[in-house]
């Protein structure tokens, strides 16, 4: 990409033979400025652009925007490190998800230390053998947690229905629950 000062020296000034000095009078600008723009130690600014536009009988946009172009295409930051906001937004979604329901669950075991984790009711739902030290969560999340926070757990953590059937079914058996009418519907078509 060519800087946009080699632009206009290419169109406009070393066709014209306007030296720097001559520059430098006409646009009432230092030395130093046009050497460093000469010598892409800087890019135009707003209050340069608009002197050689002035000048030239161009737009300043039109100067600024060459140099933005070049300045983006000469920028090698990756900025790796900042996550864009739907996934950001994503995971404060499926954590606040996670929370909600662990709150509940939570909520009658007085001792912390035996309280769930967000790690557990992904396991609770991903684990293709249920480990007993869930049936406390197991049982309260069917009956204490709304079925529509379930539903949008799930969603969000991409498990798929036959996951909460396999951990429904469990319920019922072990602990010799009624069916529970909304997920006996978001059953039928499995």
């Known amino acids: 990409m060519i800087a946009p000062i080699d632009f206009i ?17 006409s646009l009432d600008i230092g030395k130093k400025t046009i050497s460093e723009l000469y010598q892409h130690k800087r890019g ?6 608009k002197k050689f536009a002035k000048f030239f009988n161009l737009k300043p946009e039109f100067i600024l925007m060459k140099q933005l172009e070049y300045d983006l295409a000469n920028d090698k930051e990756g900025y ?8 950001i937004n994503e995971e404060e979604m499926k954590l606040n ?9 939570n909520n009658s075991i007085s001792d912390k230390n035996m309280h769930y984790r967000v790690n557990d009711l992904y396991e609770i739902f991903t684990r293709t053998k249920i480990d007993k030290q869930y049936n406390y969560a197991i049982a ?4 204490e947690v709304s079925y529509e926070d379930v ?3 799930c969603k969000l953590y991409g498990i798929k229905k036959k996951a909460i059937k396999r951990v429904y ?18 059953f039928e078509e499995l």
Do not use: G, M
Not at 44 to 49: K, S
Not at 80 to 87: L, N, Q, T
Not at 140 to 143: A, D, P, Q
């Open 80 to 87: 790796f490190d900042i996550k864009p906001f739907e996934v």
């Open 97 to 105: 998800s996670a929370k909600w329901i662990l709150a509940t669950i």
């Open 9 to 25: 020296k290419e169109k406009y000034i070393n066709p014209n033979k306007i030296t720097q000095d001559k520059l430098c009078e």
């Open 151 to 153: 539903v949008k757990y």
């Open 44 to 49: 135009f600014t707003i209050h340069t652009a």
């Open 140 to 143: 309260t999340l069917f009956r």
């Open 169 to 186: 079914e469990y319920y019922l058996d072990q602990f010799n629950a009624k069916a529970i009418k909304e997920y006996e519907w978001l």
